[in-house]
């Protein structure tokens, strides 16, 4: 199957500071990735829609200014916490579809952020 | 705007047995794909199986088959001789032209030795 990256697996940094978030997928061009946020034992929070040459759309709710997301290339979407507190401690995934709209999600195997 | 609702928050299901995950969705679209993802302690999502709306014969694959009632907007996934590999947490999902999945609120799956 269809092989979808993230990079770090696992961030701690300080509050205050800015934090990236890279998804790549490693063997198909995605013009489109999504962007989530998982608690534990919860379900997927879709925050942001990215789109290859264009800007991304965001989930009612989700502050722009604070999750900056690029997608830079057919391949790669990055996800920017900027200005990191605590409360944004939690596990983001990302995910490509294949093929089309319709076809299967392929996830990355998520990041998780500590904010101390 | 759709939904999908799992009724079920955990299950647990004896070595060897038969699960039914149960599975709800709405949508006013036409054409759409259902799925049910399982997410295993990595965390890492990965698809179970699929199935298209269109398609009135229900998707299997090997020990994992769907109940497709499309009328009623029911997709449960039965899962055929459980192993502990399958201790997991299922998502369903839907996906319509829009290009997003929608997700349930997740099942929980304990596999008992």
């Known amino acids: 199957g269809a092989v979808v990256s993230q990079h770090p697996s696992r961030v701690i940094c300080k509050s205050g500071t800015s934090v990236k978030i890279e998804c790549r997928s490693l063997?198909?061009?995605?013009?489109?990735m999504f962007w989530y946020r998982q608690f534990p034992k919860q379900s997927l929070m879709l925050m942001a829609t990215?789109?290859?040459?264009?800007?991304?759309?965001?989930e009612q709710g989700v502050e722009k200014d604070k999750f900056l997301i690029n997608h830079a290339s057919l391949t790669l979407s990055t996800l920017t916490v900027t200005s990191a507190h605590p409360e944004d401690s939690s596990f983001y995934i990302c995910?490509?579809?294949?093929?089309?709209?319709?076809?299967?999600?392929?996830f990355g195997p998520g990041t998780r952020l500590t904010v101390l | 705007a759709q939904t999908v609702t799992q009724s079920q928050p955990e299950m647990s299901v004896q070595e060897a047995e038969t699960v039914t995950l149960s599975c709800t969705y709405d949508?006013?679209?036409?054409?759409?794909?259902l799925f049910w993802y399982k997410q295993p302690p990595s965390r890492q999502m990965i698809l179970v199986i699929r199935?298209?709306?269109?398609?009135?014969q229900n998707a299997t694959e090997n020990r994992f088959s769907v109940n497709f009632q499309k009328a009623a907007k029911s997709f449960s996934l039965k899962i055929s001789d459980s192993q502990l590999g399958d201790a997991a947490m299922y998502f369903c999902?839907?996906?319509?032209?829009?290009?997003?999945?929608?997700f349930g609120d997740g099942t929980t799956l304990t596999v008992k030795p």
């Open positions: 949508t006013s679209e036409s054409d759409y794909y």
């Open positions: 999902a839907i996906n319509t032209n829009a290009g997003k999945s929608t």
């Open positions: 199935q298209e709306a269109y398609k009135q």
């Open positions: 995910s490509a579809p294949r093929g089309g709209f319709y076809n299967e999600q392929f």
């Open positions: 063997d198909f061009q995605a013009t489109t």
């Open positions: 990215s789109n290859e040459g264009s800007k991304a759309t965001y």
